[in-house]
T-cell receptor, first 117, second 116 residues
Framework: AQKVTQAQTEISVVEKEDVTLDCVYE???????LFWYKQPPSGELVFLIR??????QNEISGRYSWNFQKSTSSFNFTITASQVVDSAVYFC??????????????FGAGTRLAVHP | AAGVIQSPRHLIKEKRETATLKCYPI?????VYWYQQGPGQDPQFLIS???????DKGSIPDRFSAQQFSDYHSELNMSSLELGDSALYFC???????????????FGPGTRLTVL
């Protein structure tokens, strides 16, 4: 069965601190996709990154970076020099399979990040 | 760039009433998904459509039904509403290509349904 675990329910940091959000997943498929979405207080879900199971290269986008390790089934997300605007709920999600383009997302419970001035 | 459009953005209904939520996917996206997010919860998959056919079904109550039309827009119909149906309902769309494979789902702004 597929499952996504985000053990950190809430994280509180002060601006300019670095923060890492953990994500551990379970799947029996050898081909799968991992995602991170941001949900600010306004409620929309904002896509941040997609990674497929064959690509373990880490990625950096501005202050955001992602560390994908298949050996530990983890896909962690780091925000460097956090800002107040980073305050949101962050969801890690998993999708299995390759065919048809119609694979549902299984979300973790989310991590609420509060960045204080 | 065009995004996923959902209407209405807010909806208030009484118990036992019916509600219809609409979703207009990003142009040329062939797959539509519906998710339900209760207060303080993560989004839960309800149902999806690929090329106007139901492709997958999640924890969708029998009181709910959905379809995708020839113009690819989708509607989620909810009958005999219960207090527990109060939630944020998201529609997402994606596209699939033989060359690129499965693409990420882009979410609409959501419809906030309140059942009184």
């Amino acid at each position: 069965a597929q499952k996504v675990t985000q053990a950190q329910t809430e994280i509180s940091v002060v601006e300019k601190e670095d923060v890492t959000l953990d994500c551990v997943y379970e799947t029996r498929d050898t081909t799968y996709y991992l995602f991170w979405y941001k949900q600010p207080p306004s409620g929309e879900l904002v896509f941040l990154i997609r990674r497929n199971s064959f690509d373990e290269q880490n990625e950096i986008s501005g202050r955001y970076s992602w560390n994908f390790q298949k050996s530990t089934s983890s896909f962690n997300f780091t925000i460097t020099a956090s800002q107040v605007v980073d305050s949101a709920v962050y969801f890690c999600a998993l999708s299995e399979g390759v065919s048809g383009g119609y694979n549902k997302l299984i979300f973790g419970a989310g991590t609420r990040l509060a960045v204080h001035p | 760039a065009a995004g996923v459009i959902q209407s209405p953005r807010h909806l208030i209904k009484e118990k036992r009433e019916t509600a219809t939520l609409k979703c207009y996917p990003i142009p040329r996206h062939d797959t539509v998904y519906w998710y339900q997010q209760g207060p303080g919860q993560d989004p839960q998959f309800l149902i999806s459509f690929y090329e106007k056919m139901q492709s997958d079904k999640g924890s969708i109550p029998d009181r709910f039904s959905a379809q995708q039309f020839s113009d690819y827009h989708s509607e989620l119909n909810m009958s005999s509403l219960e207090l527990g149906d109060s939630a944020l309902y998201f529609c997402a769309s994606s596209s699939y290509s033989l060359a690129g494979g499965y693409n990420e789902q882009f979410f609409g702004p959501g419809t906030r349904l309140t059942v009184l």
